[in-house]
């Protein structure tokens, strides 16, 4: 009996801690079969769709696995303790029980007991402490919201869902194992393997879930109606697309969603309330809060809005879908140039897209460190997301229409496959085997995966042509491959033309139709047929659509204007598809006039790359080469200044005539060297004329478009004639002031914007002073505390900040604002543009030690109580209060009273409601000009204070003092010995102490 019952409550037990005992079965926690990838027979990885490596993190053992193990064993070992404890106690007491007063027996179980509760206490504590101490050197407790102590994290410290600390793997088995079957990131760029390494970022990819089309076009009204006459985002990116690419990765289209992040991300396109509130100028009036970006009323608003944020990120993003698609996920700092894969990660520089001509972004690079042996994708901020969200925002940009006409709803709402192929039938129209494509139709361009060698190589193409040439289609999907070759055969039988049918490039046949089907198609499918014929521009002796097509792996593109003179001038049309092989191209389908592929890794010979190539009969070179060369103009601008676009000033191509004479100019090509600072083409030859052939003199036009980015200074034409003889020539491209002065200060990486046109030809005085006084400014405004508020600067023209400046710093009296709720400086151009950055940066640092500004945590810093105790009492002053916001009550401005270095410095004890309003952010007691003002004239009005009555007023030296302290201008870029300290210690009334005798107090600054 008493066997029976021990054994029968043991059965109790092991059931009862059956969870443990199913989590200790797999005690090995990688490596296995059941953490690998899926592989077929061969042994390549059959990944399910929506799946990539980094979701088999598990794979390959790592140092931090081996802890894991361990825990997993003393787990289960516990478990069994606790089982074990439990079998003496329960024998122990059953023995107490039978004792029928047995002294002896009943003391021998009370001993079990005790020992096996002893026991089973030092086992428990000694796991507590292994746990504690595991905690405490592995264990990331910031990530976790459950401490080791909870019953929940006792079991298992690496629990998956972050409700328990993590394990911190460390050292050199701490980066991602090189997992079989993936490559290190692509490009130039090399390092330790990470787990983002085998995602694709360099061109379009097809969410795992699609791009919700249909949920989407129900908002097409809505989001026309809030892009509104600014059709576009950047040039070339439709803003509707855009907007509709955004919406499918956000919302998938569906109002009332809320992210989990702090503070939340809500409604159709994620806005934050603080960013939608930034941006609604000219979309809304209305307060918006997280009930109206939840609300479906809101959408035109909202969209907007989200067009407005996104046309922010193209001076830092660019003109692209994809770099624009990563700004709106991370951020524009993602689009900055990274740290340890740009320029400045020196021999650790690299591309990461294949021959990309720029340098690496932030969210593209993979690593942490510019050696890349530290990967960035287990810590935050890291972009990981922004890796698989940008290249599928592009994917689906290209799915969508631009116009009010929304494009065809998916196969399935659900699953929302876009692109599966299924036979049409009559229910909706289309004829049976039509092949449905739900896209764009036709399909517009969409550059893959070998974007930049294409676009180099279409641009080099131009130049050896002689004119500009643009590709029509790129990259396209087997999906409408098949969509137009079934409408091309059909359009064929329904005319009778089974060969034609059957004809094309990679055919064998019709491949999806055959005349029976075709011979029951109603009058209506005919008609339909035949407008998808014309919509394509089909013509019954021309090239039809391909079977298999060199565009579905992103290598083809399709390059216009085609010279229509090809069928009656074979050599130019073999001039043609020379200058394309001459380019990297390979035109390797015969007839196919526009159709050119990269030669590069296409595995064809130049036999097949030069299919319909004639070579010419060689002319005589005995002719004469050109002489006596004379160019009219001789000089010419990069661009010319279009208009004034938000303030900034926009250029466009400049488009001009140049007059070339001498002799034996016939048959003149011309080239140049003109480079655009962006490495491209800057300058292209589009046509060339030849006006006069006398035997004094030729006379040559040649139209020219030269672009804004094209390097100033002296370039090279080359004129070749038709005998082959060439001279070169010089001409010189110069800049307006505007140009000059942004090339100067690059906006993204000086953080600076200009407004207005300088419209003089650069360099001149008046942009070189500005451009002195801003470097004056900034050097001044470069110490730490200066650094770490992200200062941008607006600089302003003269004659539009005339008009402006009420309206931007509500004050005709204004030289130049600066707000406490974001880090933007307004400046004007004028003789004191450095004293007016240092004063509006002043302000900045003012708001910092205030705790309001907004680009920084709120900081406790004694320092404006400190200034208001320096100001002191100000009631008895006699020149107070002030005449107006800059004079004294005697009418003058610029002399030091009463501790303030000028009348503007007193103007915060005005009783104006403006002033009060900014000041209430800081206990009603600011003095911000008399902070901004001393500011500047300690640094730009230094012989001011030898004034008598500054020396004999302590007020100054403690102002002067607490602008030291606080760095206002003790940190120049001279150091506490340059100017802004050394002649201060020069009057002896002013005693400044050496920075390593500043005390902060209980100062967090």
Request: a negative charge; one cysteine or more.
């Amino acid at each position: 009996m008493k066997q029976f019952i021990v054994a029968a409550l043991i059965v109790v037990s092991f059931v009862s801690l059956l969870p443990l005992q199913a989590q200790a079965i797999t005690l090995v926690p990688c490596g296995t079969s059941a953490h690998q990838p899926p592989r077929d027979a061969q042994g390549r990885l059959q990944l399910p769709a929506g799946k990539t490596l980094a979701d088999y993190p598990h794979a390959d053992c790592q140092l931090g696995h081996l802890f894991v193990l361990i825990i997993r064993t003393i787990n289960y070992l516990i478990s069994m303790a606790a089982l074990v404890a439990m079998y003496f106690i329960v024998t122990a007491g059953f023995g107490m029980v039978t004792a029928l007063g047995n002294a002896e027996k009943i003391q021998s179980s009370k001993e079990s007991i005790s020992h096996a509760v002893i026991g089973f206490a030092i086992i428990m504590m000694a796991f507590v402490f292994v746990n504690l101490l595991i905690n405490g050197i592995l264990g990331d407790t910031t990530k976790g919201t459950r401490q080791w102590w909870e019953p929940g994290c006792l079991y298992d410290i690496t629990n998956i869902r972050n409700e328990c600390p993590q394990l911190r793997f460390f050292g050199p088995m701490a980066q991602q194992a090189a997992i079989p079957g993936t490559a290190v990131a692509g490009g130039t760029c090399s390092g330790v393997q990470c787990s983002d390494s085998a995602l694709n970022i360099c061109s379009p990819v097809a969410p795992g879930d699609g791009c919700y089309e249909s949920a989407v076009n129900r908002w097409n009204n809505q989001i026309v109606q809030g892009v509104g006459s600014n059709t576009q985002i950047a040039s070339g990116i439709d803003a509707v697309k855009m907007l509709k690419a955004i919406m499918a990765r956000e919302s998938n289209g569906v109002e009332g969603k809320t992210s989990r992040s702090d503070p939340p991300s809500l409604g159709l396109f994620q806005l934050k309330v603080g960013t939608a509130n930034s941006f609604k100028a000219g979309c809304t009036t209305a307060n918006i809060d997280e009930a109206w970006l939840l609300s479906e009323n809101n959408a035109t608003a909202q969209a907007c809005i989200a067009a407005a944020y996104l046309r922010s990120l193209v001076g830092v993003c660019g003109s692209d879908v994809r770099q624009l698609a990563a700004g709106y996920n991370g951020g524009a700092g993602a689009c900055a140039v990274s740290e340890d894969c740009g320029p400045s990660a020196g021999s650790g520089q690299c591309s990461v897209c294949q021959n990309q001509n720029r340098a690496t972004r932030r969210w593209e690079c993979l690593w942490d460190d510019s050696a890349h042996q530290q990967c960035n994708a287990n810590r935050a901020g890291n972009f990981s997301e922004t890796r698989r969200y940008a290249p599928q925002v592009e994917y689906c940009y290209a799915r969508f229409n631009s116009s009010s006409a929304a494009t065809a709803p998916a196969a399935s709402n659900e699953t929302d496959v876009e692109t599966a192929i299924v036979p049409a039938d009559t229910d909706n129209g289309v004829p049976p085997g039509i092949q449905v494509w739900s896209g764009e139709d036709p399909l517009g361009l969409i550059w893959g995966s070998r974007e930049t060698e294409l676009k180099a190589a279409l641009s080099a193409f131009g130049t050896k042509w002689g004119s500009q040439l643009t590709a029509r289609q790129a990259f396209r999907p087997i999906e409408y491959t098949n969509h137009i070759r079934s409408i091309w055969e059909a359009w064929r039988l329904q005319n009778n033309d089974g060969n034609g049918a059957g004809s094309g490039y990679a055919c064998s046949g019709a491949k999806f139709l055959t005349k029976a089907i075709v011979d029951k198609y109603t009058a209506a499918q005919k008609s339909w047929i035949s407008a998808e014929a014309s919509k394509h521009a089909f013509q019954a002796n021309g090239t039809p659509p391909a079977c298999q097509s060199d565009h579905e792996s992103g290598i083809a593109m399709d390059v216009y204007p085609v010279p229509s003179d090809f069928s009656t001038t074979k050599a130019e049309y073999s001039r043609w598809i020379k200058a394309g092989f001459d380019s990297g191209l390979c035109h390797n389908i015969a007839g196919d006039e526009p159709h050119f592929i990269l030669r590069a890794g296409s595995g064809l010979s130049d036999q097949q790359c030069l299919t319909d190539y004639v070579a010419p009969v060689t002319s005589s070179s005995s002719g004469a080469a050109p002489a006596n060369i004379r160019l009219s103009p001789a000089t010419a601008l990069a661009g010319t200044f279009d208009k004034l676009v938000n303030s900034e000033a926009a250029f466009k191509n400049n488009n001009l005539t140049l007059t070339i004479t001498g002799q034996n100019l016939e048959g003149a090509v011309i080239t140049s060297n003109a480079a655009d600072i962006s490495g491209g083409t800057g300058l292209i030859v589009t046509a060339v004329r030849m006006i006069s052939d006398t035997a004094t003199d030729d006379k040559v036009e040649a139209d020219l478009s030269i672009a804004p980015g094209t390097r100033d200074g002296q370039i090279i034409f080359a004129i070749r004639n038709k005998h082959g003889k060439t001279i070169t020539t010089n001409f010189n491209i110069q800049l307006t002031g505007t140009q000059w002065l942004q090339r100067h200060f690059p906006k993204t990486q000086k953080r600076i914007t200009f407004f207005g046109h300088w419209s003089e030809i650069a360099p001149n005085e008046r942009g070189q002073n500005l451009m002195d006084q801003i470097n004056k400014g900034k050097q001044f405004t470069s110490s730490d505390q200066y650094k770490k508020l992200d200062i941008w600067m607006n600089v302003w023209e003269q004659s539009l900040w005339d008009k402006v400046k009420t309206s931007v710093c509500s004050t005709e009296l204004a030289a130049g604002c600066a707000g406490w709720r974001d880090n933007i400086i307004d400046v004007s151009e004028s003789s004191d543009t450095a004293g007016i950055v240092l004063h509006e940066s002043a302000h900045k640092l003012h708001a910092y030690y205030g705790g309001i500004y907004y680009k920084l945590n709120p900081l406790a810093s004694s320092f404006p109580t400190k200034w208001v105790s320096a100001v002191g009492n100000i009631s008895n002053c006699p020149y107070l209060p002030l005449k107006d916001v800059s004079h004294w009550k005697d009418g003058t401005w610029d002399t030091a009273h009463c501790g303030f270095i000028r009348a503007y410095g007193a103007s915060d004890t005005l009783d104006s409601a403006v002033i009060k309003s900014l000041c209430n952010f800081m206990d009603g007691s600011c003095y911000a000009e008399d902070i901004a003002t001393m500011t500047e004239e300690a640094v730009f009005q230094r012989s001011k204070f030898n004034d008598s009555e500054i020396r004999s007023d302590l007020r100054y030296k403690q102002k002067l003092n607490l602008l030291l302290q606080y760095e206002f201008i003790s940190n120049s870029p001279l150091g506490m010995n340059g100017p802004a300290a050394v002649w201060l210690t020069q009057l002896p009334e002013f005693a400044i102490f050496s920075r390593s005798k500043w005390t902060l107090g209980g100062d967090n600054e």
